[in-house]
């Protein structure tokens, strides 16, 4: 049995994972996810850690990516693994703004919205790029909020590569390309899905069992 702390991505909240959490549940594991709080990169990896057990796997979605490097950085020897999910990969000197302008096809830039000190995305161009193929896209869009900037703007240092970490890709997915994904994650082991950027509502099955999965190869490292 796995224990997995499940971190959603920008603009989304920990509602996103209410299918997987039964679906891993089913398959013997124990899940939690929460919602993301506070202003910088730092707040949001100090709630991953005071809600984690010890040798829980990280599980971060696109820009909780990054939350995961960060949890794990600040609480080294805390956590057993990383499985990045449609994500932006942390790598050494870059900020999660750096890699998706790094990206060779930005679809996300036209998409956001400055908000005040934050940002969000226009919920038209969010039902394509983040929930095609999804049951009911228009509400998924219309729930997004607003997150604060300083996060996505935050550089990490690079994690040990003796640290497990894994990747699951969607091959439909229109935020972050596949073939991108395949880039940042390359040397990792991979799952891949029949779906686009949001698995959690596409195929909640299929992204568990990739989950228990990678858990298995995860505590074998």
């Known amino acids: 049995m796995a224990e997995f702390m499940l971190i959603h991505g920008a603009c989304h909240r920990a509602e996103v994972w209410r299918a997987v959490l039964p679906a891993l549940a089913s398959l013997g594991h124990a899940a939690q996810a929460v919602s993301l709080q506070g202003a910088t990169l730092g707040d949001h990896a100090a709630g991953i850690i005071a809600q984690s057990p010890k040798g829980a796997i990280l599980v971060?979605?696109?820009?909780?990516?990054f939350v995961a490097n960060a949890a794990t950085l600040a609480a080294q020897g805390h956590f057993a693994g990383i499985i990045y999910l449609c994500a932006f990969i942390p790598s050494a000197g870059k900020s999660v703004a750096n890699l998706r302008r790094a990206a060779p096809h930005d679809a996300l830039g036209p998409a956001i919205r400055r908000v005040g000190g934050g940002y969000g995305f226009d919920p038209n161009m969010a039902r394509s790029l983040f929930f095609n193929g999804c049951p009911n896209p228009a509400a998924h869009a219309a729930g997004l909020r607003v997150d604060p900037l300083q996060p996505v703007q935050t550089v990490l240092p690079d994690l040990p590569?003796?640290?497990?970490r894994a990747a699951i890709i969607c091959d439909d997915d229109r935020a972050i390309s596949r073939a991108y994904q395949m880039h940042m994650a390359a040397g990792m082991p991979l799952r891949l899905l029949p779906c686009g950027h949001a698995p959690f509502f596409a195929a909640p099955d299929l992204l568990a069992q990739s989950l228990h999965d990678l858990a298995d190869i995860i505590g074998r490292r």
């Open 60 to 65: 971060g979605h696109s820009a909780g990516g």
């Open 161 to 164: 590569d003796t640290f497990p």
